[in-house]
């Protein structure tokens, strides 16, 4: 049975601004499945709903963001629980941290600025596990830390000490004490530069390795994801398009979107250019109707403006929506 199971989930920012009322629909109609053991990429441009979709799924939800429909539910070892209507108390007493780590945009968010980097762990190992008296805490820390291959002293310093990566991998041995089922890393490696990026992204690989957990790993960048997800899944404008092993998305897309990222990645060598898509992604506070990549689709049909295409699963273990493959079978 899969880790977690998303179906058919909308969620919506519903807000006021001067009594006008605008619903932005960042997440519309997702479905998809994480098993055990895997890196699932989850890959699409900036504004395309990563973020929504992870804040749903690892119940940090706060208005204006609502859920309007469909099911989150996760199947743990020992227990299950349905994400939608979970009690925070639950949540925060058997679920976070232990079951599900989520390390956020901006890795300073976990980080008090104003205390060392052990407090922040000791607050957490506390606050989780209940009390552990010192000398045992620090044990159990340390070997984790040393474990992950960070230098000791990075616990007697504060955030604004460590460099980017540095904190980046704090972050990461924060949300991996209790070993957790599943770590959600949103944008992990963005603001770092590629080498450093390589090590952080090579620390989180090593730890899933370790655990055989799943990890949940969200990034726009198509170059990590090809070097690091067993599953890849592209996003447009809230919705998922297309989702498949790597080597199968990067080597067949077969969404017209898909195929347009790919073809844009740079490659050594290749010195033609590349052509662009007209337009931009649609502003999700009114999207256009039927298939969202309409517009910009090089091969769009009639179907397409009316018709939101269905999720259609080829061989291989390949999911795309888009009409052009249904209109391919009849
Ligand atoms: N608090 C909010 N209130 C209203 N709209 C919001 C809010 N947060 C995000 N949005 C909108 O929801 C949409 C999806 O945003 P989201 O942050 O999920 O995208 P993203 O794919 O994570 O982008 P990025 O790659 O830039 O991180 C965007 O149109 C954004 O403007
Ligand atoms: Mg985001």
Partial sequence: MALLSVQNLRAYYRTEVYGISRIVRAVDGVSLELQRNEIYGLAGESSCGKTTLIKVISGTIKPPLRVEEGKVHYQFGSFEIDMLHISPEDLRRNVRWKEISYIMQGSMSVLNPVRRVITTFYDIVTTHQGYTDRKAFLGQVRAHISKLGLPPDVLNLYPHQLSGGMRQRVAIALATIFQPSLIIA?????????????????????????????????????????????????????????????????????????????????????R???????????NLANPPGGCRFHPRCPHVMDICRVEVPEMMTLPGNQRVACHLLAEGRR
């Fill in 186 to 270: 949103d944008e992990p490696t963005t603001a770092l530069d590629v080498v450093v990026q390589r090590g952080v992204l090579q620390m989180l690989k090593e730890i899933q390795a370790e655990s055989n957990n799943t990890v949940l790993l969200v990034t726009h960048d198509l170059a990590v994801h090809a070097n690091v997800a067993d599953r890849v899944a592209i996003m447009y404008a809230g919705r998922i398009v297309e989702e498949a092993p790597t080597s199968l998305i990067f080597n067949a897309p077969r969404h017209p979107y898909t195929q347009h990222l790919i073809r844009s990645l740079p490659m050594i060598g290749d």
């Fill in 272 to 282: 033609s250019s590349r052509a662009s898509l007209p337009g931009a992604p649609p």
